[in-house]
């Protein structure tokens, strides 16, 4: 009897010692900060309702968390992710969104919603009504899509071969070496630098990755937590130009847009510089050295954090194999 007694004591005291620890995380749970809404976005009722349901929990002003989203510890993760969020998009402060801004950040939400990247796996695993159905990004497609007039048809193009830089691409013309405002400079070197990932986007672009010989030798053994300093990587992007026996090749130069690992440098940003050098004239973006940290980290570290904060760079895929097989075809 004794030893049973002694055994629903313990109990008892674990669960009290449980229940004081949960009770005193309490205290240290303080609420997100409240903004107001200072405009919405404005669009078509049905893409305002999916994007209400899917995004606007984090990606605005106006959050319907959940009650076990304001518990301690789960409250530190979900304030902490809205913040981040916040500073990517709000679509309750739309009025700092120029039009031009607008096509781009739906052109960015369809390409995140059709690649299965937003809403995150973690907040559909607690929130599955937040889920994405395939109707849902038709509606955000079509939507994307007539702000620019493009045509449907057009994003389900296949690219058969990897592009390179050739005579044949138009690429930017080389007048100099212009720089970022926050030290970065172009270098059209990187255009006999090796391929190491590709990707398209719904804007008919045709984006090729590549990287210098540190960031090649970091993807080739996979060691790229953290990416060794001096990596350089760069994307370069051209419209997608459809011949007429069918076959897609790169274009018009649109930009290229550099990323290089200076940890002491570049500080605020994860250790990374950004910059984007854009049209012939290669005219750099920002018009001060923290443009990188309001427009630039909050988006990588988001939804890059797993790869070191660069996106198209998947982890166990793109082994020695794979960059060799790119550089035969």
């Known amino acids: 009897?004794?030893?049973?007694?002694?055994?629903?004591?313990?109990?008892?005291?674990?669960f009290?010692?449980?229940?004081?620890?949960?009770?005193?995380?309490?205290?240290?749970?303080s609420p997100l900060e409240g903004k107001p809404v200072t405009r919405k976005i404005e669009a078509p009722r049905e893409v305002i309702a999916i994007l209400e349901n899917s995004c606007f929990n984090c990606h605005s002003n106006q959050q319907n968390l959940s009650w076990y989203d304001k518990i301690a510890p789960v409250s530190w993760a979900v304030n902490k992710d809205?913040?981040?969020?916040?500073?990517?998009?709000?679509?309750?402060?739309?009025?700092?969104?120029?039009?031009?801004?607008h096509q781009g950040k739906m052109y960015a939400i369809l390409n995140m919603m059709q690649s299965g990247k937003m809403p995150l796996h973690e907040y559909t695993l607690l929130h599955p009504a937040a889920k994405?159905?395939?109707k849902d990004i038709e509606t955000i497609k079509k939507y994307t899509l007539s702000l620019s007039s493009a045509k449907p048809s057009l994003s389900h193009i296949t690219i058969n071969q990897p592009v390179h830089t050739t005579s044949e691409t138009q690429s930017p013309k080389s007048s100099g070496f212009p720089i970022s405002p926050n030290g970065?400079?172009?270098?059209?070197?990187?255009?006999?630098?090796?391929?190491?990932?590709?990707?398209?986007?719904?804007?008919?672009?045709?984006?090729?990755?590549?990287?210098n010989d540190i960031a090649v030798?970091?993807?080739e053994t996979e060691n790229f937590h953290p990416w060794p300093e001096g990596s350089i990587v760069v994307k370069s992007v051209w419209k997608q130009e459809e011949l007429p026996d069918g076959e897609i090749r790169a274009g018009k130069f649109i930009n290229a847009q550099f990323m290089v690992k200076d940890s002491k440098k570049y500080q605020d940003t994860e250790g990374w510089g950004f910059a984007k050098f854009s049209g012939d004239d290669l005219h750099p973006t920002g018009k001060s050295a923290s443009f990188a940290r309001e427009s630039c980290i909050a988006c990588h570290r988001q939804l890059a954090e797993k790869t070191g904060?660069?996106?198209?760079?998947?982890?166990?895929?793109?082994?020695?194999?794979?960059?060799?097989?790119?550089?035969?075809q």
């Open 16 to 29: 009290l010692a449980i229940l004081g620890i949960f009770g005193g995380l309490q205290l240290f749970s």
């Open 82 to 101: 809205i913040k981040r969020a916040r500073e990517v998009l709000n679509f309750s402060e739309w009025e700092n969104i120029s039009p031009a801004e």
């Open 309 to 328: 904060y660069l996106f198209d760079v998947p982890m166990k895929v793109n082994t020695q194999r794979l960059i060799q097989n790119l550089q035969k």
């Open 1 to 14: 009897m004794n030893t049973v007694k002694k055994k629903r004591n313990l109990v008892a005291i674990a």
């Open 217 to 219: 030798k970091a993807v």
């Open 132 to 134: 994405i159905t395939e």
């Open 184 to 211: 970065v400079q172009y270098t059209d070197d990187f255009k006999n630098w090796k391929v190491i990932s590709m990707s398209t986007l719904f804007d008919h672009s045709i984006r090729v990755i590549y990287g």
